[in-house]
C-alpha cells in the first residue's frame, strides 16, 4: 500500500498507465503558511490515474507542495482529494504539474472511500479511452 522511498529516483515511472480526462473538470487550492485556506482555482487534467495525475495550471507550484483537489465530471463528484506535487514545468500558457494522490503514500494516510472514487473514475476513463481506441 505504501509508496516505495526509492521511487523518486525516475520521477516518470508510474505505477500505472495514466489515461486522458478531457471532460473531468478540476479545481485546485493550496493552503498557504499566510493564511488558512486559499481559492479554488481551474485547471485542465492532461492525464489520470487512482495513485496521480497531470495538470495544465495557469500557476506554478512548487515540487512538495499539498493540494487539495476537486473532480466534477460525467457521475463524478469528488471533493478535497490531498495530493503532493512531484513535478511542475511551464507549458505553453501555463503549467504542467504532476502530482500523486496521497491516501495510498502511507497506511495511516489511507482512505479506502478515496481509493474507491479514484478507482472508479480511473475505470470510467479506462471504459472511455479504449472503447474509443477500439471503434
Same mark, same amino acid.
Given at each position: 500500500?505504501?509508496?516505495? $522511498?526509492?521511487?523518486?529516483?525516475?520521477?516518470?515511472? +508510474?505505477?500505472?498507465?495514466? *489515461?486522458?480526462?478531457? =471532460?473531468?473538470?478540476?479545481?485546485? +487550492?493550496?493552503? /498557504?503558511?499566510?493564511? *488558512?485556506?486559499? =481559492?479554488?482555482?481551474?485547471? !485542465?487534467?492532461?492525464?489520470?490515474?487512482?495513485?496521480? &495525475? !497531470? &495538470?495544465? @495550471?495557469?500557476?506554478?507550484? $512548487?515540487?512538495?507542495? +499539498? &493540494?487539495? &483537489?476537486?473532480?466534477?465530471?460525467?457521475?463524478?463528484?469528488?471533493?478535497?482529494?490531498?495530493?503532493?506535487?512531484?513535478? @511542475? #514545468?511551464?507549458?505553453?500558457?501555463?503549467?504542467?504539474?504532476?502530482?500523486?494522490?496521497?491516501?495510498?503514500? #502511507?497506511?495511516?494516510?489511507?482512505?479506502?472511500?478515496? =481509493?474507491?472514487?479514484?478507482? +472508479?473514475?480511473?475505470?470510467?476513463?479506462?471504459?472511455?479511452?479504449?472503447?474509443?481506441? /477500439?471503434?
Amino acid at each position: 500500500m505504501g509508496a516505495k $522511498k526509492d521511487q523518486g529516483v525516475n520521477p516518470n515511472r +508510474r505505477m500505472k498507465e495514466r *489515461l486522458p480526462i478531457p =471532460d473531468l473538470s478540476i479545481r485546485v +487550492r493550496q493552503r /498557504s503558511i499566510f493564511s *488558512l485556506a486559499s =481559492d479554488w482555482r481551474a485547471a !485542465a487534467g492532461v492525464d489520470f490515474n487512482r495513485y496521480g &495525475l !497531470a &495538470l495544465q @495550471c495557469n500557476m506554478p507550484y $512548487k515540487k512538495g507542495n +499539498r &493540494l487539495y &483537489l476537486s473532480f466534477r465530471g460525467p457521475y463524478i463528484s469528488l471533493d478535497n482529494v490531498a495530493a503532493q506535487v512531484v513535478s @511542475c #514545468e511551464r507549458s505553453g500558457e501555463g503549467f504542467r504539474v504532476g502530482a500523486v494522490f496521497l491516501y495510498w503514500q #502511507e497506511e495511516e494516510q489511507y482512505d479506502v472511500s478515496f =481509493d474507491n472514487s479514484l478507482s +472508479r473514475i480511473e475505470r470510467i476513463y479506462h471504459d472511455q479511452y479504449y472503447s474509443k481506441a /477500439s471503434a
